[in-house]
């Protein structure tokens, strides 16, 4: 049973260009939600995304865009890059968002992000 | 608004001593509080979750944790402490919207 797969696993970036990471979630989950996770500090909630919509968002500039297909694999995409973005994207992926939680979180190992 | 705190940075053990990383938290509603584990370079791994019931929780790799609602915490424990369980761990909180808030984590070192 695969877990949750990202790619690419390292990429590096310059300022202003656009990026877009890849998720998928694992077998049988149909929520996924992405975070970011700078160098010393726990993951930041982005945003996450259930029935192919937006179900819940952070504190996240609309540079951060995500897509999520009918095969419940998702895209991060994020716009006009500043060093800031510099970190480790980690995605997760659970069942059923919206109702009360509780439902176990599985991350994928992640994709570093190098904004130069 | 909803905030985890992990209050020490770092924790230092010997081997085959007990462990604990501290934990609390500040959510509205029910709070639904986690674990995970991350090795360098890699993703986060869960560990054991509290959702309701029996106020210890039993989870992966020997590692259990107690939560104490009327002190916000939920810390996490292991009786004998192995050096691989070195690593650096996270505890977060989820409310009923599902989404989920991290502590800064907690650098755990077990010295042989």
């Known amino acids: 049973d695969a877990g949750v797969t990202q790619s690419p696993t390292h990429l590096i970036k310059t300022r202003g260009q656009q990026v877009t990471l890849r998720c998928s979630p694992k077998?049988?989950?149909?929520?996924v939600s992405w975070y970011q996770q700078a160098l010393g500090q726990g993951p930041q909630f982005i945003f996450q995304?259930?029935?192919?919509?937006?179900?819940q968002r952070g504190n996240f500039p609309d540079r951060f865009s995500g897509h999520q297909f009918p095969n419940y694999s998702s895209e991060l995409n994020v716009n006009a890059l500043l060093l800031g973005d510099s970190a480790l994207y980690l995605c997760?992926?659970?069942?059923?968002?919206?109702?009360?939680?509780?439902?176990?979180?599985?991350f994928g190992e992640g994709s570093w992000l190098t904004v130069v | 608004a909803q905030s985890v705190a992990q209050p020490e940075d770092q924790v230092n053990v010997a081997e085959g001593n007990p462990l604990t990383v501290k934990c609390t938290y500040s959510?509205?509603?029910?709070?639904?509080l986690f674990w995970y584990v991350q090795y360098p370079n890699r993703g986060l791994q869960f560990l054991l979750k509290?959702?309701?019931?029996?106020?210890l929780v039993k989870g992966s790799y020997g590692f259990e944790a107690e939560f104490n609602k009327s002190q916000t915490s939920f810390h996490l424990k292991k009786p004998s402490a192995l050096v691989s369980d070195s690593a650096l761990y996270f505890c977060?909180?989820?409310?009923?919207?599902?989404?989920?808030?991290f502590g800064d984590g907690t650098t755990l070192t077990v010295k042989p």
């Open positions: 077998s049988g989950h149909d929520t």
């Open positions: 995304y259930y029935e192919e919509e937006e179900r």
């Open positions: 509290y959702i309701t019931g029996d106020n």
């Open positions: 977060a909180a989820d409310t009923n919207a599902g989404k989920s808030t």
């Open positions: 997760a992926s659970s069942l059923a968002a919206g109702v009360p939680s509780g439902n176990t979180i599985y």
């Open positions: 959510v509205s509603g029910n709070p639904y």
